[in-house]
């Protein structure tokens, strides 16, 4: 029988945005493909594995909309077949050329290789029949994990600049993760932990109207919780400043002096004045995965994720050290890593029962450890981050101080005492938007502004009609509101001011603005009926066809239109 001291909970966050039919690589499809296979399938493999042995463990995962209706699509499915049969074909042409050089260690990895992906496919076809989605459903269904939902396409919610777009973003991650998993969430991820709290918006020197909290769409669907970085909890006051977002922020905007602490601790959840319960995320833990230089990942014996085999492109080679060349790192021993993963899983275990000891030692309270981290950093960026999760899953269920939950077990077992106005907030660098906006991506601010101004004209006209949309029209009705939504996702801005994918980015971005000005223009002028308007919805939807049951009428009008001029 547990004693607990505290509770403990991760929080692992999977997405991808859409990239259907949109480059293979180095920018595209392959994103997903090597999502399924380093880190969503053996991810399953795990939970199944510890369910199987009777381990009570408890998680929650985030999975997005954009990513679900990706992996539910049978277009990828038969994608990630092909993809596996190649990564055997190349396992097998390296263990040839290895052999042909003496090379048997090199061999060895080869092999692993090959036995990995062969399994990999095999599950995915027999155990799990083709549908990664409802093997996380069953999951869920039997108690294991907590899935929860997001903003349709992880839209950067704080800068939209209109609360249309927002209630669309929420509501439609709301409807499709009912269409996947058969009922409500009870916890949404918002887009980069991106939190906006009330605003007043002047539209003329004498007339101002409110912005509601993020918190208050999430109420009024039913969501209990989401997760804000941890300085947005216990960093800074809720106001502590004033700062402009650049020429398309709009309005002011308070942020976060993070030299000041409050009073709250991110042990505890808070209730907003809406109701909803936000949980912050834990430093101390974070560190111990996030952290390049002081991180479980950065130890030598790891596999080095960005060294690669020149013919096949598997990967063969430790991390040796973080501060040498990638020529000089050695070759991975996979016998090596058994004993540093299990003394990291040691450690974690550790790690979060001092804190909750400590936190129960000095409050005389049962404070809850919320751990959160994108779900491709195990498996894809960190190798051994499957079975490291695993391990610390399996020693921590048998710790009898500490207590795995998921957020809503912990909201109904320990109701939030005490109420927090959450101020302006992100998990981005630095804290606010700037990985978002800055004087890279302010432009696309613009585009986006004017498209949410342009998709509330169009949804207008369709609410103001007494008959429905006829068929073209509905069509095109859909295909504006796709593209509007995937205009908006936050990987375009993030992957420009990262420098990962800049021009692909851009180029994304600018497809979607296009396509999405396009159809709002056959739209306004009632042409959607021409012969080679229909050809062109036609070739769009085949390509962006997610959410199939998208309203663009969820795009009304929700706010008066701003007509002060700044």
């Known amino acids: 029988m547990k004693n607990p001291l505290g509770n403990f909970c991760f929080v692992l966050h999977s997405h991808l945005p859409y990239i259907k039919k949109a480059g293979v690589w180095p920018f595209g499809e392959e994103w997903l493909l090597e999502g399924m296979l380093e880190t969503y399938l053996p991810l399953l493999d ?4 510890l369910r199987d042995e009777k381990i009570p463990y408890k998680i929650v995962i985030g999975i997005t909309p954009i990513l679900a209706e990706q992996l539910a699509d049978e277009y990828f499915k038969k994608r990630f077949e092909e993809f596996v049969s190649d990564k055997i074909r190349r396992a097998n042409f390296d263990m040839e050329k290895f052999t042909n050089r003496h090379q048997h260690n090199y061999k060895h990895l080869a092999e692993l290789y090959k036995h990995s992906f062969e399994k990999i496919l095999d599950n995915f076809r027999n155990r799990y029949n083709r549908n990664i989605i409802a093997a996380f459903r069953k999951l869920q269904d039997e108690g294991f994990v907590e899935i929860i939902t997001s903003a349709a396409t992880h839209g950067y919610l704080p800068l939209l600049s209109r609360d249309s777009s927002i209630y669309a973003q929420i509501k439609t991650g709301i409807d499709i993760y009912e269409k996947h998993f058969g009922k409500k ?21 004498n007339e101002s109207y409110r912005r509601p909290p993020i918190d208050e769409f999430l109420a ?3 969501v209990e919780y989401f997760i804000v970085d941890g300085h947005a909890i216990s960093g800074g006051p809720a106001f502590a400043g004033w700062k402009r977002n650049g020429v398309y922020g709009g309005i002011k905007s308070p942020v976060v002096d993070y030299s000041k602490k409050t009073e709250r601790t991110t042990m505890f959840p808070y209730l907003t004045k809406s109701g909803v319960a936000a949980f912050g995320r834990n430093f101390e833990t974070g560190l111990q995965v996030w952290s390049g230089e002081h991180g479980y990942p950065a130890d030598g014996n790891y596999r080095e994720f960005h060294k690669k085999d020149c013919d096949s492109g598997l990967q063969y080679w430790k991390i040796t050290s973080t501060k040498i060349d990638l020529g000089l790192k050695e070759i991975y021993n996979s016998e090596n890593v058994s004993s540093r993963i299990n003394e990291n899983a040691d450690h974690f275990n550790w790690l979060v029962e001092s804190t909750l000891s400590v936190f129960s030692s000095d409050s005389g309270n049962e404070g809850i450890v919320v751990a959160p981290y994108d779900t491709e950093l195990l498996g894809h960026w960190w190798f051994e981050g499957i079975e490291w999760l ?46 978002w906006l800055n004087a890279q991506t302010e432009w696309m601010w613009s585009y986006i502004h004017d498209a949410e101004v ?31 939504l995937l205009l908006q996702s936050s990987d375009w801005p993030f992957l420009i001011t990262t420098k990962q994918a800049k021009e692909y980015a851009t180029e994304r971005f600018l497809l979607h603005y296009n396509r999405f000005c396009r159809i709002a223009l056959a739209l306004k002028d009632n042409s959607v009926s ?6 062109f919805l036609t070739e769009i939807e085949e390509i962006d066809g997610a959410f ?5 009428r969820l795009f009304a009008r929700r706010e ?4 002060i001029k700044e």
């Not at 939190?195 to 539209?203: G, T």
């Not at 021409?530 to 050809?535: G, H, K, T, V, Y």
């Open 560 to 563: 008066p239109e701003r007509k």
């Open 185 to 205: 969430p009870k916890g949404m991820w918002l887009p980069e932990c991106a939190y906006r709290p009330e605003k007043f918006v002047q539209i003329t020197k």
């Open 220 to 222: 009024a669907e039913g």
């Open 454 to 484: 342009q998709m509330e004209d169009v949804a207008e006209i369709f609410n103001r009609k007494e008959i429905s949309p006829n068929a073209d029209e509905s069509k095109a009705l859909k295909q504006a509101a796709r593209e509007l």
């Open 46 to 49: 795990v939970l199944y594995q």
């Open 390 to 435: 695993k391990q610390t899953l399996t020693k921590i269920s048998k710790n009898p101080t500490v207590q795995l939950t998921t957020l809503s077990e912990y909201l109904k077992n320990h109701p939030p005492k005490y109420v927090a106005e959450i101020p302006e907030s992100s998990w981005g660098d630095g804290g606010g938007h700037y990985v």
């Open 530 to 535: 021409n012969r080679d308007f229909l050809e």
């Open 548 to 552: 199939s049951d998208i309203d663009g």
